[in-house]
């Protein structure tokens, strides 16, 4: 039976978890229980059509599974402008996980998940600097952007010597938080 066939008569499940089989997508973020990709949207897309499953395609965007969506950790004590970037990101087609601390986001099980950590510097208990810092031990390649309503160029300095992609200042502009993060992650 070639893979077309084997894919036509299984169940929209059953090809979901043949696909985590091949680590097209996996399993990730915890409770949520959304699907991500691995590879590319273009890879899943080619390797979905040359399985002939289309129709698997178009159900996963139907139901809203986060197949292609990019996840944006957002850390910042600030629970206005926690809401207001995450809306911001999720316009923008991201999958955003917000997080009201450093520590909350270290304690999720989110971490694994995540494209990009978008966190704030200046915050109680853990700073966006000590966060880095956690990050780039548990995840050293996860890209890291940081915001801040300070104007200090040793804290520029200190944040992208510590591995940060860019410090961006608040209030955050679109355009410059748009163009870092097709930057770091790609749209």
């Not at 985590?20 to 890879?43: A, E, F, K, N, W």
């Not at 978008?118 to 853990?126: E, F, S």
Request: glycine residues 8%; neutral net charge; contains cysteine.
């Amino acid at each position: 039976m070639n893979i077309f066939n084997m894919f036509r008569r299984q169940s929209i499940e059953r090809q979901v978890r043949a696909l985590v089989r091949q680590g097209l997508i996996q399993q990730s973020i915890g409770q949520s229980g959304r699907i991500r990709p691995t590879y590319s949207y273009h890879r899943i897309g080619d390797r979905l059509t040359e399985m002939g499953s289309m129709r698997l395609w178009e159900a996963l965007e139907r139901v809203s599974v986060s197949v292609l969506k990019k996840a944006v950790a957002v850390v910042d004590d600030d629970e206005a402008v926690l809401d207001a970037t995450s809306s911001f990101l999720e316009a923008l087609g991201y999958d955003a996980l917000a997080f009201s601390s450093g520590e909350a986001f270290l304690a999720s099980d989110a971490g694994g998940g995540v494209s990009c950590l978008l966190t704030d510097v200046n915050m109680p208990g853990i700073s966006g600097l000590e966060l880095q810092d956690r990050v780039r031990q548990l995840r050293p390649a996860l890209p890291i952007i940081m915001m801040t309503a300070l104007t200090d160029d040793a804290l520029r300095r200190r944040a992208l010597a510590g591995g940060a992609r860019e410090l961006l200042r608040k209030p955050l502009a679109a355009d410059d938080l748009i163009r870092c993060l097709e930057d770091t992650i790609g749209s």
